[in-house]
């Protein structure tokens, strides 16, 4: 699977999609304490649901500090940063300079507030912006990494040009995030078009393109880790949500209300029957 020629979501569609969500993604997720919009990873060595919600921060952290660039601190970009939680995180453990880019307004608000709130203004910042059109001021980075952001852009070639501009030579790029696989089974298309529609996701590849596209722009694949089997799949809330989503497709209400959860639905039906994995791919700049 291929990202479309023509993107099916503009970008200011999910911009509006994550001003509109954000709130309740905090106030109703199960990592909204911890400003966590990301899934909860049950890996190796985690022991409650707070390193389940850092477990990918965390492998992140040990890429970095098995960096060195010879500089007192490095610089890390966050690629849909959402309201900053895992650039905080991130400096709040290493000795690192983060810069966040969300497309969303509010986020970027919300991100800002969490900075301050942490102290850690003197070495995070959060813009607003586009990760397939980054502003040319950002500094040139050690690392960059996008958590669940890289499936809602437009252009995914776009995407890892403007990451050969950012990172410096031998820098590293870190994508988590959903990726397809291959399958003929006859029920996965609608599921894996429901996930797209309500979520809003553009770039639901397979790991061979991902790997082209990345191969093209000059970057050179270091390792994958798959990360499903620590994902929590069919808890009681997804059962009940999975119960009431056809009930609230079928009022007559704005849809735009629940694409949330209908998309949250079905991608929890693509991870249980394999049609979706989620990968933890780690390149590196050539």
């Given amino acids: 699977m291929t990202a479309p020629a023509t993107p099916r979501f503009s970008t200011q569609d999910v911009r509006r999609y ?17 400003g966590a919009i990301h899934r909860a990873v049950w890996g190796p060595g985690v022991r409650d649901r707070d390193e389940a919600f850092h477990h990918v921060e965390n492998r992140i952290a040990d890429i970095l500090a098995s960096i060195d660039t010879g500089a007192d601190t490095q610089h890390v970009v966050d690629l849909g940063c959402g309201v900053g939680s895992s650039a905080c995180y991130l400096a709040g453990r290493l000795r690192v300079r983060a810069t966040g880019i969300t497309l969303s307004p509010a986020q970027a608000r919300i991100a800002a507030e969490r900075i301050v709130a942490a ?3 003197d070495r995070v910042v959060c813009r607003e912006g586009d990760y397939t059109d980054l502003p040319n001021d950002i500094e040139p980075a050690d690392l960059a990494y996008a ?20 990172l410096k030579p031998g820098g590293v790029l870190v994508i988590c995030d959903d990726f397809a696989r291959p399958t003929r089974d006859p029920r996965a298309a609608r599921a894996l078009d429901r996930f797209q529609a309500g979520w809003h996701i553009n770039a639901l590849l397979q790991p061979d393109a991902l790997h082209a596209l990345a191969r093209d722009a000059g970057f050179e694949l270091e390792s994958t880790v798959d990360l499903t089997p620590y994902l ?7 059962r009940m949500i999975a119960l009431i989503v056809p009930v609230l497709e079928s009022l007559p ?27 933890f791919v780690r390149f590196r700049r050539v």
């Fill in 253 to 279: 209400l704005d849809a735009r209300r629940f694409d949330h959860l209908s998309g949250g639905s079905a991608l929890q039906t693509c991870l249980a029957n394999g049609w979706i994995g989620y990968d």
């Fill in 18 to 34: 994550y001003d509109r969500h954000t709130s309740a993604f905090l106030a109703l997720g199960q990592g909204g304490n911890a």
């Fill in 147 to 166: 958590i669940e952001s890289f499936v809602h852009g437009p252009a995914p070639d776009r995407f890892f040009d403007q990451c050969r501009r950012l």
């Fill in 119 to 121: 102290g850690l203004e």
């Fill in 232 to 238: 929590e799949l069919r808890r009681l809330r997804d």
